[in-house]
Protein backbone atom coordinates (compact mmCIF):
# COMPACT_ATOMS: atom_id res chain seq x y z
CA UNK A 1 0.00 0.00 0.00
CA UNK A 2 2.88 2.22 0.96
CA UNK A 3 4.62 1.51 -2.33
CA UNK A 4 1.04 2.11 -4.31
CA UNK A 5 0.99 5.96 -2.00
CA UNK A 6 4.13 6.76 -3.67
CA UNK A 7 3.80 5.59 -7.11
CA UNK A 8 0.76 7.78 -7.33
CA UNK A 9 2.27 10.67 -5.49
CA UNK A 10 5.48 10.39 -7.65
CA UNK A 11 2.72 10.89 -10.58
CA UNK A 12 1.77 14.76 -9.74
CA UNK A 13 3.43 17.68 -11.35
CA UNK A 14 4.98 18.82 -8.10
CA UNK A 15 7.48 17.49 -6.44
CA UNK A 16 7.01 16.43 -2.52
CA UNK A 17 10.44 16.18 0.26
CA UNK A 18 10.27 12.47 1.32
CA UNK A 19 11.10 13.16 4.78
CA UNK A 20 7.77 15.26 5.33
CA UNK A 21 5.62 12.62 6.47
CA UNK A 22 1.82 14.23 6.78
CA UNK A 23 0.18 16.40 4.50
CA UNK A 24 -1.33 18.93 7.23
CA UNK A 25 2.03 19.92 7.60
CA UNK A 26 2.13 21.71 4.50
CA UNK A 27 1.32 25.56 4.23
CA UNK A 28 -1.45 25.67 1.73
CA UNK A 29 -0.87 28.46 -0.19
CA UNK A 30 -0.79 26.46 -3.81
CA UNK A 31 -2.64 23.63 -5.45
CA UNK A 32 -0.95 20.74 -6.63
CA UNK A 33 -1.50 19.24 -9.69
CA UNK A 34 -3.19 15.48 -10.18
CA UNK A 35 -2.59 13.04 -12.66
CA UNK A 36 -6.17 12.54 -14.62
CA UNK A 37 -8.01 15.12 -12.47
CA UNK A 38 -8.68 17.76 -15.20
CA UNK A 39 -11.73 20.39 -16.54
CA UNK A 40 -12.80 20.88 -19.94
CA UNK A 41 -15.50 23.62 -21.05
CA UNK A 42 -18.71 22.81 -22.03
CA UNK A 43 -20.07 25.68 -24.19
CA UNK A 44 -22.73 28.14 -22.99
CA UNK A 45 -24.61 27.53 -20.41
CA UNK A 46 -28.38 29.12 -20.46
CA UNK A 47 -29.64 28.90 -16.70
CA UNK A 48 -33.37 29.81 -18.68
CA UNK A 49 -33.33 26.36 -20.40
CA UNK A 50 -32.14 24.16 -17.30
CA UNK A 51 -35.43 22.47 -15.41
CA UNK A 52 -33.81 21.02 -12.46
CA UNK A 53 -31.82 22.39 -9.27
CA UNK A 54 -28.46 21.91 -11.05
CA UNK A 55 -26.35 21.95 -13.82
CA UNK A 56 -23.05 20.74 -15.39
CA UNK A 57 -20.99 23.96 -16.10
CA UNK A 58 -17.46 22.09 -16.65
CA UNK A 59 -17.05 18.65 -18.17
CA UNK A 60 -15.18 16.86 -14.88
CA UNK A 61 -12.96 13.87 -15.06
CA UNK A 62 -11.94 12.35 -12.37
CA UNK A 63 -8.24 10.12 -11.56
CA UNK A 64 -8.93 6.62 -11.46
CA UNK A 65 -6.62 3.72 -9.64
CA UNK A 66 -6.12 6.05 -6.52
CA UNK A 67 -4.01 4.17 -3.92
CA UNK A 68 -6.29 2.62 -1.14
CA UNK A 69 -6.87 5.22 1.69
CA UNK A 70 -6.69 7.89 -0.83
CA UNK A 71 -9.99 10.05 -2.06
CA UNK A 72 -10.48 13.26 -4.24
CA UNK A 73 -13.98 15.20 -3.45
CA UNK A 74 -15.16 17.96 -2.38
CA UNK A 75 -14.88 19.85 -6.06
CA UNK A 76 -15.64 23.30 -6.04
CA UNK A 77 -15.17 26.63 -8.75
CA UNK A 78 -14.00 29.44 -8.45
CA UNK A 79 -15.57 31.67 -11.27
CA UNK A 80 -13.83 34.99 -11.60
CA UNK A 81 -16.06 37.52 -14.52
CA UNK A 82 -14.59 38.65 -16.97
CA UNK A 83 -12.50 41.89 -16.23
CA UNK A 84 -13.31 41.34 -12.60
CA UNK A 85 -11.43 41.37 -9.58
CA UNK A 86 -14.26 39.40 -8.04
CA UNK A 87 -14.18 35.95 -7.51
CA UNK A 88 -16.95 33.14 -6.08
CA UNK A 89 -16.60 30.10 -5.16
CA UNK A 90 -19.32 27.81 -5.82
CA UNK A 91 -20.08 23.99 -4.78
CA UNK A 92 -19.50 21.43 -7.36
CA UNK A 93 -20.61 18.35 -6.26
CA UNK A 94 -18.69 15.05 -7.33
CA UNK A 95 -19.26 15.63 -11.40
CA UNK A 96 -18.85 19.36 -12.17
CA UNK A 97 -22.59 20.30 -11.18
CA UNK A 98 -23.48 23.48 -9.59
CA UNK A 99 -26.71 24.75 -8.16
CA UNK A 100 -28.68 26.89 -10.45
CA UNK A 101 -29.19 29.46 -7.64
CA UNK A 102 -25.71 29.68 -6.91
CA UNK A 103 -24.77 30.66 -10.20
CA UNK A 104 -27.65 33.17 -11.11
CA UNK A 105 -26.91 34.87 -8.07
CA UNK A 106 -22.86 35.57 -9.35
CA UNK A 107 -24.70 36.55 -12.70
CA UNK A 108 -26.93 38.89 -11.04
CA UNK A 109 -24.53 40.59 -8.65
CA UNK A 110 -22.24 41.42 -11.13
CA UNK A 111 -24.06 41.88 -14.00
CA UNK A 112 -27.62 42.28 -13.23
CA UNK A 113 -30.48 39.74 -14.86
CA UNK A 114 -30.67 41.16 -18.56
CA UNK A 115 -30.21 37.27 -20.49
CA UNK A 116 -26.56 37.68 -22.00
CA UNK A 117 -23.36 35.81 -22.43
CA UNK A 118 -21.63 36.37 -19.46
CA UNK A 119 -17.84 35.11 -19.40
CA UNK A 120 -15.84 33.89 -16.55
CA UNK A 121 -12.66 31.72 -15.93
CA UNK A 122 -13.77 28.52 -13.61
CA UNK A 123 -10.99 26.91 -11.83
CA UNK A 124 -12.08 23.16 -10.32
CA UNK A 125 -10.62 22.56 -7.60
CA UNK A 126 -10.58 19.48 -4.90
CA UNK A 127 -9.22 17.90 -1.94
CA UNK A 128 -6.93 15.44 -2.21
CA UNK A 129 -7.13 13.48 1.13
CA UNK A 130 -5.04 11.10 2.61
CA UNK A 131 -5.62 9.26 5.86
CA UNK A 132 -7.94 12.36 6.92
CA UNK A 133 -5.69 15.07 5.93
CA UNK A 134 -6.24 17.13 3.15
CA UNK A 135 -4.17 19.36 0.13
CA UNK A 136 -5.91 21.40 -1.98
CA UNK A 137 -5.83 19.94 -5.43
CA UNK A 138 -6.35 21.50 -9.12
CA UNK A 139 -8.08 20.34 -12.37
CA UNK A 140 -7.20 23.52 -14.12
CA UNK A 141 -8.32 26.48 -15.25
CA UNK A 142 -11.25 26.49 -18.30
CA UNK A 143 -13.61 29.34 -19.65
CA UNK A 144 -17.14 29.48 -18.15
CA UNK A 145 -20.36 31.03 -20.44
CA UNK A 146 -23.35 31.11 -18.93
CA UNK A 147 -26.59 33.00 -19.93
CA UNK A 148 -28.76 34.10 -16.48
CA UNK A 149 -31.96 32.76 -16.15
CA UNK A 150 -34.70 35.81 -17.25
CA UNK A 151 -37.42 36.46 -19.44
CA UNK A 152 -36.64 38.73 -22.93
CA UNK A 153 -38.32 41.73 -21.62
CA UNK A 154 -38.69 44.36 -24.30
CA UNK A 155 -38.73 48.21 -24.18
CA UNK A 156 -42.62 49.09 -24.36
CA UNK A 157 -45.61 47.34 -24.77
CA UNK A 158 -49.18 48.25 -25.58
CA UNK A 159 -52.78 48.00 -25.02
CA UNK A 160 -54.51 46.50 -27.75
CA UNK A 161 -58.35 45.98 -27.14
CA UNK A 162 -61.75 47.65 -26.94
CA UNK A 163 -60.65 51.07 -26.35
CA UNK A 164 -58.93 51.58 -29.97
CA UNK A 165 -61.37 49.33 -31.96
CA UNK A 166 -58.57 46.52 -31.73
CA UNK A 167 -56.41 47.57 -34.30
CA UNK A 168 -53.17 45.88 -35.31
CA UNK A 169 -51.24 49.05 -35.47
CA UNK A 170 -52.57 51.47 -33.51
CA UNK A 171 -50.20 52.47 -30.61
CA UNK A 172 -51.70 54.91 -28.59
CA UNK A 173 -51.50 53.27 -25.54
CA UNK A 174 -48.17 52.16 -24.18
CA UNK A 175 -47.21 50.61 -21.40
CA UNK A 176 -43.38 51.86 -20.04
CA UNK A 177 -41.01 51.63 -17.23
CA UNK A 178 -38.91 54.03 -15.87
CA UNK A 179 -36.72 54.58 -18.33
CA UNK A 180 -33.49 52.81 -16.73
CA UNK A 181 -33.03 49.04 -18.36
CA UNK A 182 -35.82 47.05 -18.29
CA UNK A 183 -33.77 44.13 -16.08
CA UNK A 184 -33.45 46.93 -13.29
CA UNK A 185 -37.08 48.41 -13.79
CA UNK A 186 -39.21 45.32 -15.22
CA UNK A 187 -42.35 47.23 -13.96
CA UNK A 188 -44.38 48.73 -16.81
CA UNK A 189 -47.48 50.91 -16.51
CA UNK A 190 -50.18 52.83 -18.49
CA UNK A 191 -53.50 54.05 -18.52
CA UNK A 192 -56.26 53.50 -20.82
CA UNK A 193 -59.81 55.27 -21.00
CA UNK A 194 -62.64 52.92 -20.41
CA UNK A 195 -64.23 52.06 -23.92
CA UNK A 196 -67.49 53.47 -24.70
CA UNK A 197 -70.37 52.98 -27.89
CA UNK A 198 -71.39 55.86 -30.45
CA UNK A 199 -73.35 57.04 -27.80
CA UNK A 200 -70.90 57.47 -25.15
CA UNK A 201 -72.11 54.64 -23.04
CA UNK A 202 -69.76 52.58 -21.53
CA UNK A 203 -69.04 48.70 -22.74
CA UNK A 204 -66.68 46.25 -21.47
CA UNK A 205 -63.58 46.70 -22.00
CA UNK A 206 -61.92 43.58 -23.47
CA UNK A 207 -58.36 43.50 -24.18
CA UNK A 208 -54.98 41.86 -25.01
CA UNK A 209 -51.17 43.66 -24.85
CA UNK A 210 -48.80 43.58 -27.06
CA UNK A 211 -44.99 43.35 -26.79
CA UNK A 212 -43.38 45.96 -29.23
CA UNK A 213 -42.11 43.09 -31.45
CA UNK A 214 -45.32 41.94 -32.29
CA UNK A 215 -45.74 44.62 -34.85
CA UNK A 216 -42.74 43.35 -37.04
CA UNK A 217 -44.40 39.97 -36.64
CA UNK A 218 -45.78 37.79 -39.14
CA UNK A 219 -48.31 36.57 -36.83
CA UNK A 220 -49.54 39.84 -34.62
CA UNK A 221 -52.49 38.06 -32.79
CA UNK A 222 -50.04 34.96 -32.04
CA UNK A 223 -47.59 37.53 -30.70
CA UNK A 224 -49.92 38.86 -27.70
CA UNK A 225 -49.92 38.10 -24.04
CA UNK A 226 -53.16 37.81 -22.24
CA UNK A 227 -55.07 35.78 -19.87
CA UNK A 228 -55.38 31.99 -19.50
CA UNK A 229 -59.00 31.87 -19.72
CA UNK A 230 -61.38 34.22 -21.87
CA UNK A 231 -62.63 36.69 -20.30
CA UNK A 232 -60.83 36.78 -17.18
CA UNK A 233 -62.05 39.34 -15.04
CA UNK A 234 -59.91 39.39 -12.44
CA UNK A 235 -57.61 42.45 -11.30
CA UNK A 236 -54.62 41.15 -10.78
CA UNK A 237 -52.56 37.54 -11.42
CA UNK A 238 -50.45 35.74 -14.07
CA UNK A 239 -50.27 36.62 -17.76
CA UNK A 240 -49.60 34.28 -20.42
CA UNK A 241 -47.67 34.43 -23.84
CA UNK A 242 -48.86 31.47 -25.88
CA UNK A 243 -51.97 31.09 -26.70
CA UNK A 244 -53.39 34.51 -25.18
CA UNK A 245 -56.92 34.76 -24.48
CA UNK A 246 -58.64 38.22 -23.52
CA UNK A 247 -59.26 39.63 -20.24
CA UNK A 248 -62.33 41.57 -19.79
CA UNK A 249 -62.88 44.32 -17.34
CA UNK A 250 -67.25 44.68 -17.18
CA UNK A 251 -68.56 47.90 -17.90
CA UNK A 252 -70.60 47.60 -14.98
CA UNK A 253 -66.87 48.60 -12.45
CA UNK A 254 -68.44 52.24 -13.31
CA UNK A 255 -64.49 52.72 -13.78
CA UNK A 256 -63.43 55.48 -16.32
CA UNK A 257 -59.93 54.96 -16.62
CA UNK A 258 -57.93 51.60 -15.76
CA UNK A 259 -54.00 51.46 -15.01
CA UNK A 260 -52.69 48.45 -16.53
CA UNK A 261 -49.38 47.33 -14.79
CA UNK A 262 -46.95 44.50 -15.47
CA UNK A 263 -44.11 43.05 -13.44
CA UNK A 264 -42.59 41.32 -16.75
CA UNK A 265 -39.85 39.59 -14.36
CA UNK A 266 -42.39 37.60 -12.28
CA UNK A 267 -45.00 37.81 -15.04
CA UNK A 268 -47.85 39.44 -13.45
CA UNK A 269 -50.34 41.84 -14.08
CA UNK A 270 -52.53 44.51 -12.00
CA UNK A 271 -55.31 46.43 -13.03
CA UNK A 272 -57.03 49.31 -11.32
CA UNK A 273 -60.16 51.10 -11.85
CA UNK A 274 -60.51 54.37 -11.28
CA UNK A 275 -64.03 56.36 -11.21
CA UNK A 276 -62.77 59.51 -10.38
CA UNK A 277 -62.18 62.03 -13.47
CA UNK A 278 -58.98 62.94 -12.64
CA UNK A 279 -57.48 66.07 -14.07
CA UNK A 280 -53.85 66.31 -15.63
CA UNK A 281 -53.16 70.44 -14.93
CA UNK A 282 -54.21 72.37 -11.93
CA UNK A 283 -53.48 75.74 -11.25
CA UNK A 284 -53.20 78.53 -8.07
CA UNK A 285 -56.11 81.29 -8.22
CA UNK A 286 -55.64 84.01 -4.88
CA UNK A 287 -54.27 87.08 -3.95
CA UNK A 288 -50.85 86.39 -6.19
CA UNK A 289 -53.13 86.82 -9.57
CA UNK A 290 -56.00 89.04 -8.54
CA UNK A 291 -58.65 85.81 -8.17
CA UNK A 292 -58.23 85.87 -12.39
CA UNK A 293 -60.55 83.27 -13.80
CA UNK A 294 -58.19 82.73 -16.82
CA UNK A 295 -54.65 83.67 -15.84
CA UNK A 296 -52.70 80.40 -15.57
CA UNK A 297 -49.38 81.42 -13.96
CA UNK A 298 -48.73 79.49 -10.98
CA UNK A 299 -49.30 76.09 -12.55
CA UNK A 300 -48.92 73.00 -10.32
CA UNK A 301 -47.02 70.16 -11.51
CA UNK A 302 -46.32 66.31 -11.54
CA UNK A 303 -43.63 64.03 -12.72
CA UNK A 304 -45.14 64.72 -16.20
CA UNK A 305 -47.50 61.85 -16.14
CA UNK A 306 -50.67 60.73 -16.16
CA UNK A 307 -52.36 61.85 -12.70
CA UNK A 308 -53.26 58.14 -12.13
CA UNK A 309 -49.86 57.34 -12.47
CA UNK A 310 -48.47 60.06 -9.55
CA UNK A 311 -51.56 61.89 -8.53
CA UNK A 312 -48.86 64.77 -6.13
CA UNK A 313 -49.13 67.97 -7.86
CA UNK A 314 -47.33 70.98 -6.31
CA UNK A 315 -45.51 74.02 -7.01
CA UNK A 316 -43.46 76.41 -5.11
CA UNK A 317 -45.11 80.32 -5.08
CA UNK A 318 -43.65 83.61 -3.87
CA UNK A 319 -45.75 84.98 -0.37
CA UNK A 320 -47.94 87.65 -1.72
CA UNK A 321 -47.15 91.30 -1.16
CA UNK A 322 -48.81 94.99 -1.07
CA UNK A 323 -47.74 97.82 -4.16
CA UNK A 324 -45.48 99.00 -0.59
CA UNK A 325 -43.18 94.82 -0.70
CA UNK A 326 -45.35 94.44 2.46
CA UNK A 327 -46.52 91.30 3.14
CA UNK A 328 -50.74 90.28 2.94
CA UNK A 329 -52.59 86.89 3.71
CA UNK A 330 -52.35 84.33 1.16
CA UNK A 331 -55.77 83.74 0.14
CA UNK A 332 -56.25 81.20 -2.42
CA UNK A 333 -57.84 78.36 -4.36
CA UNK A 334 -56.79 75.69 -6.88
CA UNK A 335 -58.82 75.00 -10.58
CA UNK A 336 -58.85 71.94 -12.69
CA UNK A 337 -57.78 72.51 -15.85
CA UNK A 338 -61.31 71.42 -16.62
CA UNK A 339 -62.61 74.09 -14.50
CA UNK A 340 -61.49 77.02 -17.36
CA UNK A 341 -64.80 76.97 -18.71
CA UNK A 342 -68.43 77.47 -17.81
CA UNK A 343 -69.01 77.00 -14.28
CA UNK A 344 -65.30 77.96 -13.49
CA UNK A 345 -66.08 79.06 -9.81
CA UNK A 346 -68.07 75.86 -8.74
CA UNK A 347 -65.23 73.55 -10.04
CA UNK A 348 -62.37 74.66 -7.77
CA UNK A 349 -60.30 72.75 -4.83
CA UNK A 350 -61.39 74.72 -2.00
CA UNK A 351 -61.38 74.22 2.02
CA UNK A 352 -64.12 73.19 3.66
CA UNK A 353 -64.58 76.16 6.07
CA UNK A 354 -63.32 79.56 4.81
CA UNK A 355 -60.15 80.90 5.94
CA UNK A 356 -58.80 77.43 6.88
CA UNK A 357 -55.15 78.28 7.88
CA UNK A 358 -54.27 74.54 8.51
CA UNK A 359 -51.48 73.05 6.97
CA UNK A 360 -52.81 69.34 5.98
CA UNK A 361 -56.20 68.61 5.45
CA UNK A 362 -59.19 67.03 3.05
CA UNK A 363 -60.18 69.03 0.46
CA UNK A 364 -63.66 69.56 -1.31
CA UNK A 365 -64.79 70.34 -4.94
CA UNK A 366 -67.59 73.35 -5.41
CA UNK A 367 -67.75 76.54 -4.68
CA UNK A 368 -66.33 76.41 -0.80
CA UNK A 369 -64.58 78.18 1.10
CA UNK A 370 -60.70 80.15 0.52
CA UNK A 371 -57.50 78.49 2.16
CA UNK A 372 -55.62 81.41 3.85
CA UNK A 373 -51.79 81.30 4.97
CA UNK A 374 -51.55 84.57 7.17
CA UNK A 375 -48.80 86.94 6.66
CA UNK A 376 -47.35 86.48 10.35
CA UNK A 377 -45.94 83.11 9.70
CA UNK A 378 -43.12 85.11 8.33
CA UNK A 379 -43.05 83.09 4.78
CA UNK A 380 -41.49 84.20 2.24
CA UNK A 381 -42.44 81.18 -0.05
CA UNK A 382 -45.27 78.42 -0.12
CA UNK A 383 -44.87 74.99 -1.23
CA UNK A 384 -48.75 74.10 -2.65
CA UNK A 385 -48.61 70.33 -2.80
CA UNK A 386 -52.40 68.31 -3.57
CA UNK A 387 -52.78 64.60 -4.15
CA UNK A 388 -56.11 64.45 -6.37
CA UNK A 389 -56.63 60.72 -6.21
CA UNK A 390 -56.81 61.18 -2.16
CA UNK A 391 -58.56 64.42 -2.48
CA UNK A 392 -56.01 65.73 0.01
CA UNK A 393 -53.45 69.31 0.46
CA UNK A 394 -49.88 69.87 2.30
CA UNK A 395 -49.12 73.40 2.84
CA UNK A 396 -45.82 74.62 3.57
CA UNK A 397 -44.16 77.85 4.71
CA UNK A 398 -40.49 78.57 3.58
CA UNK A 399 -38.57 81.15 4.83
CA UNK A 400 -35.22 80.09 2.43
CA UNK A 401 -34.18 81.88 -0.66
CA UNK A 402 -34.40 79.89 -3.98
CA UNK A 403 -30.41 80.76 -4.50
CA UNK A 404 -27.39 80.51 -2.64
CA UNK A 405 -23.72 81.43 -4.59
CA UNK A 406 -19.85 79.21 -4.63
CA UNK A 407 -17.67 81.48 -5.42
CA UNK A 408 -13.64 80.11 -5.19
CA UNK A 409 -10.37 79.67 -6.52
CA UNK A 410 -11.58 77.70 -10.00
CA UNK A 411 -12.46 81.47 -11.27
CA UNK A 412 -9.69 83.43 -9.23
CA UNK A 413 -12.77 84.45 -6.79
CA UNK A 414 -14.45 86.48 -9.29
CA UNK A 415 -17.00 83.99 -10.73
CA UNK A 416 -20.06 83.21 -8.26
CA UNK A 417 -21.86 80.16 -9.12
CA UNK A 418 -25.60 79.40 -8.42
CA UNK A 419 -26.74 76.48 -6.16
CA UNK A 420 -30.72 75.94 -6.12
CA UNK A 421 -32.89 74.72 -3.51
CA UNK A 422 -35.49 73.64 -5.27
CA UNK A 423 -37.96 73.49 -2.34
CA UNK A 424 -36.89 76.22 -1.06
CA UNK A 425 -36.17 73.79 2.17
CA UNK A 426 -33.01 75.16 2.59
CA UNK A 427 -31.25 72.47 1.01
CA UNK A 428 -29.25 73.64 -2.25
CA UNK A 429 -27.75 71.56 -4.63
CA UNK A 430 -24.80 72.85 -7.44
CA UNK A 431 -22.82 71.20 -10.65
CA UNK A 432 -19.54 72.44 -11.36
CA UNK A 433 -15.48 72.47 -11.75
CA UNK A 434 -13.72 73.41 -8.33
CA UNK A 435 -9.95 73.73 -8.04
CA UNK A 436 -8.47 74.39 -4.67
CA UNK A 437 -10.27 76.38 -1.59
CA UNK A 438 -14.16 77.79 -2.26
CA UNK A 439 -17.00 79.37 0.22
CA UNK A 440 -20.81 79.77 0.16
CA UNK A 441 -22.40 83.25 -0.08
CA UNK A 442 -26.09 84.04 -0.17
CA UNK A 443 -25.68 87.16 -2.35
CA UNK A 444 -24.23 86.88 -6.04
CA UNK A 445 -22.93 90.34 -5.69
CA UNK A 446 -21.61 91.03 -2.07
CA UNK A 447 -20.36 88.65 0.48
CA UNK A 448 -22.51 89.88 3.49
CA UNK A 449 -23.58 86.97 5.32
CA UNK A 450 -21.13 84.52 3.79
CA UNK A 451 -21.02 81.40 5.44
CA UNK A 452 -17.29 79.83 6.33
CA UNK A 453 -16.03 76.32 7.45
CA UNK A 454 -16.15 75.23 10.76
CA UNK A 455 -14.96 71.31 10.90
CA UNK A 456 -15.35 68.18 9.34
CA UNK A 457 -18.48 68.99 7.03
CA UNK A 458 -19.82 71.84 9.03
CA UNK A 459 -20.17 75.21 7.95
CA UNK A 460 -21.11 79.06 10.66
CA UNK A 461 -21.42 82.31 9.66
CA UNK A 462 -19.58 83.37 12.29
CA UNK A 463 -16.21 83.78 10.55
CA UNK A 464 -14.04 81.18 9.60
CA UNK A 465 -11.55 79.76 7.29
CA UNK A 466 -12.32 78.98 3.72
CA UNK A 467 -13.59 75.12 2.45
CA UNK A 468 -10.59 72.83 2.57
CA UNK A 469 -9.27 73.04 -1.17
CA UNK A 470 -10.16 70.16 -3.12
CA UNK A 471 -8.61 68.54 -6.29
CA UNK A 472 -9.52 70.25 -9.95
CA UNK A 473 -12.27 68.48 -11.04
CA UNK A 474 -16.16 68.14 -11.82
CA UNK A 475 -18.24 68.12 -8.09
CA UNK A 476 -21.86 67.51 -7.06
CA UNK A 477 -22.30 70.01 -4.39
CA UNK A 478 -24.42 70.38 -1.81
CA UNK A 479 -24.95 73.17 1.23
CA UNK A 480 -27.59 72.41 3.88
CA UNK A 481 -28.35 75.66 5.71
CA UNK A 482 -31.45 73.97 8.27
CA UNK A 483 -27.92 71.33 9.21
CA UNK A 484 -25.48 74.10 8.45
CA UNK A 485 -23.57 70.85 6.33
CA UNK A 486 -21.70 71.02 3.21
CA UNK A 487 -20.56 68.37 0.66
CA UNK A 488 -18.70 68.24 -2.40
CA UNK A 489 -18.62 64.89 -4.35
CA UNK A 490 -16.72 64.25 -7.71
CA UNK A 491 -19.66 64.07 -10.70
CA UNK A 492 -18.89 62.00 -13.79
CA UNK A 493 -21.16 61.73 -16.60
CA UNK A 494 -21.12 58.52 -18.82
CA UNK A 495 -23.23 57.43 -21.79
CA UNK A 496 -24.74 53.73 -21.16
CA UNK A 497 -26.34 51.27 -23.14
CA UNK A 498 -27.02 49.03 -26.47
CA UNK A 499 -25.64 51.32 -28.43
CA UNK A 500 -22.42 51.20 -26.26
CA UNK A 501 -22.07 47.56 -26.05
CA UNK A 502 -24.71 46.93 -23.29
CA UNK A 503 -26.82 48.21 -20.80
CA UNK A 504 -23.98 47.41 -17.84
CA UNK A 505 -21.17 49.33 -19.51
CA UNK A 506 -20.59 52.78 -18.89
CA UNK A 507 -18.37 55.03 -21.34
CA UNK A 508 -17.29 58.09 -19.64
CA UNK A 509 -17.12 61.57 -20.63
CA UNK A 510 -14.41 63.90 -20.35
CA UNK A 511 -15.03 67.68 -18.72
CA UNK A 512 -14.26 70.03 -21.26
CA UNK A 513 -13.81 73.41 -18.77
CA UNK A 514 -13.27 75.46 -21.69
CA UNK A 515 -16.46 75.32 -22.83
CA UNK A 516 -18.08 74.07 -20.06
CA UNK A 517 -19.56 70.56 -21.39
CA UNK A 518 -18.77 67.00 -20.99
CA UNK A 519 -17.33 65.04 -24.16
CA UNK A 520 -16.57 61.62 -26.11
CA UNK A 521 -15.73 60.71 -29.14
CA UNK A 522 -16.46 56.97 -29.83
CA UNK A 523 -18.31 54.26 -31.90
CA UNK A 524 -21.53 53.36 -30.88
CA UNK A 525 -23.47 50.51 -32.14
CA UNK A 526 -27.48 50.27 -33.86
CA UNK A 527 -29.07 50.53 -30.62
CA UNK A 528 -30.16 52.99 -27.73
CA UNK A 529 -28.33 55.18 -25.06
CA UNK A 530 -28.85 57.55 -22.20
CA UNK A 531 -26.69 59.73 -19.87
CA UNK A 532 -25.95 59.08 -16.21
CA UNK A 533 -23.78 60.19 -13.56
CA UNK A 534 -21.27 58.30 -11.50
CA UNK A 535 -22.37 54.61 -13.01
CA UNK A 536 -25.71 55.02 -11.49
CA UNK A 537 -29.16 55.38 -12.13
CA UNK A 538 -30.40 57.62 -9.34
CA UNK A 539 -29.55 60.29 -11.49
CA UNK A 540 -30.24 59.90 -15.64
CA UNK A 541 -31.03 61.83 -18.76
CA UNK A 542 -33.16 61.02 -21.49
CA UNK A 543 -34.94 62.41 -24.37
CA UNK A 544 -34.46 64.91 -26.92
CA UNK A 545 -31.13 66.82 -27.23
CA UNK A 546 -32.73 70.16 -25.75
CA UNK A 547 -35.10 68.63 -23.43
CA UNK A 548 -32.94 65.87 -21.78
CA UNK A 549 -35.23 64.69 -18.60
CA UNK A 550 -34.62 62.65 -15.45
CA UNK A 551 -35.65 58.99 -16.37
CA UNK A 552 -36.58 60.64 -19.70
CA UNK A 553 -36.69 57.97 -22.68
CA UNK A 554 -33.90 56.07 -23.71
CA UNK A 555 -31.88 58.11 -27.11
CA UNK A 556 -31.87 55.92 -30.21
CA UNK A 557 -29.05 55.94 -32.30
CA UNK A 558 -27.19 54.23 -36.57
CA UNK A 559 -24.03 52.84 -36.11
CA UNK A 560 -21.17 55.20 -36.51
CA UNK A 561 -18.32 57.24 -34.31
CA UNK A 562 -19.88 59.96 -32.72
CA UNK A 563 -18.82 63.45 -30.87
CA UNK A 564 -21.11 63.60 -28.16
CA UNK A 565 -21.49 66.84 -25.99
CA UNK A 566 -23.43 66.98 -22.60
CA UNK A 567 -24.08 70.22 -21.20
CA UNK A 568 -25.39 70.50 -17.61
CA UNK A 569 -27.14 73.71 -15.61
CA UNK A 570 -25.05 74.03 -12.78
CA UNK A 571 -27.84 75.50 -10.87
CA UNK A 572 -30.79 73.55 -12.16
CA UNK A 573 -29.42 70.12 -13.04
CA UNK A 574 -31.07 70.25 -16.44
CA UNK A 575 -29.02 69.09 -19.41
CA UNK A 576 -29.06 69.28 -23.02
CA UNK A 577 -26.97 67.25 -25.66
CA UNK A 578 -25.36 67.33 -28.92
CA UNK A 579 -24.24 64.45 -31.09
CA UNK A 580 -22.71 65.19 -34.06
CA UNK A 581 -21.09 61.58 -36.82
CA UNK A 582 -17.34 62.02 -37.81
Known amino acids: ?121 AELTADYMDGGQAILATGGTVELKAIAAAPIIEDVYYYVGAANGWSDSDQTYPLKNS ?18 DENGDRVDNWFKIAPASAYEAEDFWGSLMGASTDGDGTLQGRFVTKDAQAWNLPASD ?85 AYGDNFWGSLICAADNGDESLKGQYVIGDAGAFNQPASDGATYYRISINVLAGTWEFTPMAFKEYIYEIGNESSWSTAHALRSANYDGKYVGYYWLDGEYKFKPNEDNWDGDWEYVDGNKITDAGGPNMPGVAAGFYMIKVDLSEMTFE ?23 YNAEEGCFEVTTTLNDGEFKFRANHDWGINWGGEPNGLSQDGPNIGVAAGTYLIKFYLDGATGTAKYTIEQK
Open 1 to 121: MLLGAMTFMAACDEDFNEDVAAPQGWDQVSAISVKGFTAKSVGVVNLGEVTGDSVTVVDVSLPSGLPYGVSLGNLKLVVTPEGSSNSYTLNAGSTGKVAVSDLQEVINKEYGLRPDTRTFS
Open 179 to 196: GADVYEDPIFVGVVPAPV
Open 254 to 338: GAKTYVIKLDMMSGTYEFTPYVEDLCDEYCYVGALNGWSDSDKTYQLTNSGVSAYLDPIFSIVIPAPVDDNGNRVDNWFKLAPGT
Open 488 to 510: TTPFTVSIIGSANGAWDTDTDLT
